[in-house]
T-cell receptor, first 111, second 111 residues
Framework: DGGITQSPKYLFRKEGQNVTLSCEQN?????MYWYRQDPGQGLRLIYY???????QKGDIAEGYSVSREKKESFPLTVTSAQKNPTAFYLC??????????FGQGTRLTVV | QKEVEQNSGPLSVPEGAIASLNCTYS??????FFWYRQYSGKSPELIMF????GDKEDGRFTAQLNKASQYVSLLIRDSQPSDSATYLC???????????FGSGTKLNVKP
């Protein structure tokens, strides 16, 4: 089945650690996105990529990094510089003007 | 000013009534407009998209777009308790693949 797979579903991070969230899509979409959602809030754009080997910062990129070495993959690293990383992280992909398709999300908690 | 603005709600309507959800956007170059539904703890799912001024109907849902007023709305007819969720408005900006979400409106449909 075509779709977007995020892993893991739940992730726990100790203070000072870097962690990487995986996002893989087999929809052959050019554009991919990472959003952060805090409880009761909307989605805030962290990074987006329109094509392989290219990505741009969104509104809240500080403390995060991404790579886009393959069309199918857009991993997000939450670095120790992100002081409040506990949130629900959503990855999405889209092609042209069509809608964005979402993965099931990763819930990150700092312990 | 936020790119996309929505009233956070909650909006409460009785079962069978019409629910009206509203969204405004700031970028006149915005080209594509989407309504997503999100249940608690889940990823957003697409309800409707609209590209042209006017109304677009799909079953119990009608999206309305007024580009001159930079306003997009979603009407839900014959509201059901299963429609209770947060509704997110999303906008694709101009010729870029930036895809912005509002903070969402929480809808409660009371039996």
């Amino acid at each position: 089945d075509g779709g977007i797979t995020q892993s893991p579903k739940y992730l726990f991070r100790k203070e000072g650690q870097n962690v990487t969230l995986s996002c893989e899509q087999n929809l052959n979409h050019d554009a991919m996105y990472w959003y952060r959602q805090d409880p009761g809030q909307g989605l805030r754009l962290i990074y987006y990529s329109q094509i392989v080997n290219d990505f741009q910062k969104g509104d809240i990129a500080e403390g995060y990094s991404v790579s886009r070495e393959k069309k199918e993959s857009f991993p997000l690293t939450v670095t120790s510089a992100q002081k409040n990383p506990t949130a629900f992280y959503l990855c999405a992909s889209k092609q042209g003007p069509t809608e964005a398709f979402f993965g099931q999300g990763t819930r990150l908690t700092v312990v | 000013q936020k790119e996309v603005e929505q009233n956070s709600g909650p909006l409460s309507v009785p079962e069978g009534a019409i629910a009206s959800l509203n969204c405004t956007y700031s970028d006149r170059g915005s080209q594509s407009f989407f309504w997503y539904r999100q249940y608690s703890g889940k990823s957003p799912e697409l309800i409707m998209f609209i590209y042209s001024n006017g109304d677009k109907e799909d079953g119990r849902f009608t999206a309305q777009l007024n580009k001159a007023s930079q306003y997009v709305s979603l009407l839900i007819r014959d509201s059901q308790p299963s429609d209770s969720a947060t509704y997110l408005c999303a906008v694709r900006l101009g010729n870029f693949n930036k895809f912005y979400f509002g903070s969402g409106t929480k809808l409660n449909v009371k039996p």
